[in-house]
């Protein structure tokens, strides 16, 4: 009785054994052929979907389904509002549509990323010309460009010593004029971003390595145009006290909330081109500009100005961000933080010493180290 209660134990996981190295290679429909399943992989959840045909994968939702064997079935990305489909991996590439046959069980992965795309916009075209450094050295190969902060311009005090800085040590500086220069703002944050490209391809014109810097709001929008699908010629991006992030800062939310509602009805009144007076935040005071609504919204309205927390991890050039120790943003917003989710290996996060504005002034040998560490 015994050798027979063995024998049955030994013939169950026997049975068992078979039963999953079976499931491994697929199931049987209810005709006998074999079925296999296919799973879908959507890198970042919410950038985009994946659907098949024949039906079955709906991914974000539902992406996983068993096909017969042989079964061909085509995947189509559909990146949401703001993404862009990057591409396939595993059992395709490319980045068309992707077809499989169900030969055997197949994973699938779909990569979206974040893109700000200014393609549709106007170039900001400023009224006086970029402030221009040359280096002290000889021909520079590498151009740096530096945006401003808010309501600043080229000739902010904290601003020329580290344009004599990067010269001194072999670049050429370009500070432009940008739309947010004074209290007249008068360019789109789209505008600005393909004001920035022009400068790049004006410079990789040259020959010149590119490097894409700013401070405070400029700081900002160094990130923005890291996720602009720069030029080749376009190496690296250097931020330094980033402070215009109106999705993560409720206080400047609050204080633009009136002028943002007072903007959108100008534009659905068909007003969105004339000029108004709206708030704005600046240095933990509320003071006011002239804009056309069109381009405030632009910058504030949270359905148009791209948000951090979608534009770092989506940055594929490398970034030094600099902060202040003495600079309240350095711990309001978490700089540190935001600056974790860099993914290029070669982002690096450094405090040097000054508040806000003092920060520019010790960030030229940091930027030079840092820049001549990537062999730029």
């Given at each position: 009785?015994?050798?027979?209660?063995?024998?049955?134990?030994?013939?169950?996981?026997?049975?068992?054994?078979?039963?999953?190295l079976?499931?491994?290679?697929?199931?049987?429909?209810?005709?006998?052929?074999?079925?296999?399943?296919?799973?879908?992989?959507?890198?970042?959840?919410?950038?985009?979907?994946?659907?098949?045909?024949?039906a079955?994968?709906?991914?974000?939702a539902?992406?996983?389904?068993?096909?017969?064997?042989?079964?061909?079935?085509?995947?189509?990305?559909?990146?949401?509002?703001g993404?862009?489909?990057?591409?396939?991996?595993?059992?395709?590439?490319?980045?068309?549509?992707?077809?499989?046959?169900?030969?055997?069980?197949?994973?699938?992965?779909?990569?979206?990323t974040?893109?700000?795309?200014?393609?549709?916009?106007?170039?900001?075209?400023?009224?006086?010309?970029?402030?221009?450094?040359?280096?002290?050295?000889?021909?520079?190969?590498?151009?740096?460009?530096?945006?401003?902060?808010?309501?600043?311009?080229?000739l902010?005090?904290?601003?020329?010593?580290?344009?004599?800085?990067?010269?001194?040590?072999?670049?050429?500086?370009?500070?432009?004029?940008?739309?947010?220069?004074?209290?007249?703002?008068?360019?789109s944050?789209?505008?600005?971003?393909?004001?920035?490209?022009?400068?790049?391809?004006?410079?990789?014109?040259?020959?010149?390595?590119?490097?894409?810097?700013?401070?405070?709001?400029?700081?900002?929008?160094?990130?923005?145009?890291?996720?602009?699908?720069?030029?080749?010629e376009?190496?690296?991006?250097?931020?330094?006290?980033?402070g215009?992030?109106?999705?993560?800062?409720?206080?400047m939310?609050?204080?633009?909330?009136?002028?943002?509602?007072?903007?959108?009805?100008?534009?659905?009144?068909?007003?969105?081109?004339?000029?108004?007076t709206?708030?704005?935040?600046?240095?933990?005071?509320?003071?006011?500009?002239?804009?056309?609504?069109?381009?405030?919204?632009?910058?504030?309205?949270?359905?148009?100005?791209?948000?951090?927390?979608?534009?770092?991890?989506?940055?594929?050039?490398?970034?030094?961000?600099?902060?202040?120790?003495?600079?309240?943003?350095?711990?309001?917003?978490?700089?540190?933080?935001?600056?974790?989710?860099?993914?290029?290996?070669?982002?690096?996060?450094?405090?040097?010493?000054?508040?806000?504005?003092?920060?520019?002034?010790?960030?030229?040998?940091p930027?030079?180290?840092?820049?001549?560490?990537?062999?730029?």
């Amino acid at each position: 009785m015994l050798k027979n209660s063995l024998r049955v134990k030994g013939l169950g996981i026997f049975t068992i054994l078979i039963v999953l190295l079976l499931s491994g290679c697929g199931s049987s429909g209810g005709d006998g052929v074999p079925t296999y399943g296919l799973t879908v992989t959507v890198h970042d959840q919410g950038a985009g979907t994946v659907t098949s045909s024949p039906a079955g994968i709906d991914c974000g939702a539902d992406c996983t389904e068993n096909y017969t064997q042989n079964t061909v079935v085509t995947l189509t990305a559909t990146p949401a509002s703001g993404y862009v489909f990057v591409g396939w991996s595993d059992a395709c590439t490319g980045t068309g549509n992707c077809s499989v046959t169900m030969e055997t069980a197949k994973s699938v992965t779909a990569t979206f990323t974040y893109r700000v795309d200014c393609s549709a916009n106007d170039t900001y075209v400023p009224a006086t010309s970029p402030l221009i450094t040359l280096s002290s050295t000889g021909a520079a190969t590498t151009s740096v460009i530096v945006m401003h902060g808010k309501t600043g311009s080229p000739l902010s005090l904290h601003l020329p010593p580290l344009y004599t800085d990067l010269s001194n040590a072999g670049y050429d500086v370009i500070a432009p004029y940008m739309p947010w220069s004074g209290l007249v703002w008068d360019g789109s944050m789209c505008e600005a971003m393909n004001y920035i490209d022009s400068l790049a391809a004006q410079e990789a014109a040259k020959g010149r390595n590119v490097v894409v810097a700013g401070h405070s709001m400029g700081g900002a929008h160094a990130l923005i145009y890291g996720v602009t699908t720069p030029s080749n010629e376009v190496k690296a991006i250097v931020t330094m006290a980033p402070g215009h992030f109106p999705h993560i800062l409720t206080v400047m939310q609050t204080v633009t909330a009136p002028s943002i509602a007072l903007a959108e009805s100008m534009v659905a009144s068909g007003d969105g081109d004339s000029l108004a007076t709206f708030d704005i935040r600046l240095s933990g005071t509320t003071i006011q500009i002239s804009a056309s609504a069109n381009d405030y919204l632009s910058y504030h309205a949270l359905d148009q100005y791209p948000d951090v927390n979608d534009v770092i991890p989506a940055i594929e050039l490398p970034v030094l961000w600099l902060s202040g120790d003495i600079d309240p943003l350095t711990t309001l917003i978490d700089m540190a933080g935001l600056a974790s989710r860099l993914t290029n290996p070669d982002s690096d996060y450094q405090v040097v010493s000054g508040d806000h504005k003092e920060m520019v002034s010790s960030s030229g040998a940091p930027i030079d180290i840092w820049l001549k560490s990537l062999g730029i």
